[in-house]
């Protein structure tokens, strides 16, 4: 096996529990979309051409007939504006990546991907196939079972009822877990989470998602400042 096919396997294996957790949110959202009037054909598109769970589900939680577009473009907007800091956050690994691929690479970036992409460079450089490895099969995942949720929402009725809406976030619980390496991982994941709670019980909207991520990586800037510092008085 060559050195791209074992770096692309990896890849699929390290994303396959996401996948299973990926699959029942695919059922949900694809159940929703169905209920507010989508085919299966337009879920599909929708799932494959925006690929972004938390966005649909926002959006369609606002569907209606007619679309609000403006709003919804602009909500959608503010739920995705995470991206940008995990984009500037994973260009710095993109190294060994063509440059011309990057950009087109980042379509399928996702927080699972995202994550795991971080970790791995932790240890080794981030490469194509390592890369694809995670991001394709969660596309085709997220596609083919949101469209099987559209054909089966009547059968399916509310998954959430059983709790299946929590799994992508018992999840990624998991994966943060992943990162831990002592009290300043807790602090940054402690201003996140406080500040994201707040902004979401006092702010209209999905500005708690924004407002948490910013707060995270204040307190890491300020917390690798501090480091610096304590690293130059101690050569000095």
Excluded: C
């Amino acid at each position: 096996m060559t050195n791209t096919a074992r770096e692309f396997r990896q890849g699929v294996i390290d994303i396959l529990p996401v996948i299973a957790a990926a699959s029942v949110i695919g059922l949900l959202w694809g159940t929703l979309a169905a209920g507010k009037g989508l085919s299966p054909l337009e879920t599909g598109l929708m799932s494959f051409g925006v690929f972004a769970g938390a966005a649909q589900f926002v959006a369609i939680e606002l569907w209606q007939d007619p679309a609000p577009w403006f709003f919804l473009t602009v909500t959608v907007f503010i739920v995705n504006i995470r991206h940008v800091l995990m984009g500037a956050s994973l260009s710095r690994h993109m190294g060994n990546i063509p440059s011309g691929w990057r950009a087109p690479l980042l379509y399928m970036m996702a927080d699972e991907n995202w994550a795991f992409s971080e970790r791995r460079a932790l240890t080794q450089p981030l490469t194509m196939a390592y890369y694809l490895g995670l991001g394709l099969p969660m596309i085709a995942t997220w596609t083919t079972t949101s469209v099987i949720g559209a054909l089966a929402g009547a059968w399916l009725q509310d998954p959430a009822a059983y709790g299946f809406d929590f799994a992508f976030s018992a999840l990624f619980i998991g994966i943060l877990a992943g990162f831990w390496k002592g009290p300043k991982t807790g602090a940054v994941l402690a201003a996140s989470a406080v500040v994201a709670a707040v902004a979401k019980l006092t702010i209209p909207g999905a500005w708690y998602i924004v407002l948490g991520g910013l707060a995270g990586v204040l307190v890491a800037v300020l917390l690798h400042a501090e480091q610096e510092e304590e690293e130059a008085e101690a050569t000095s």
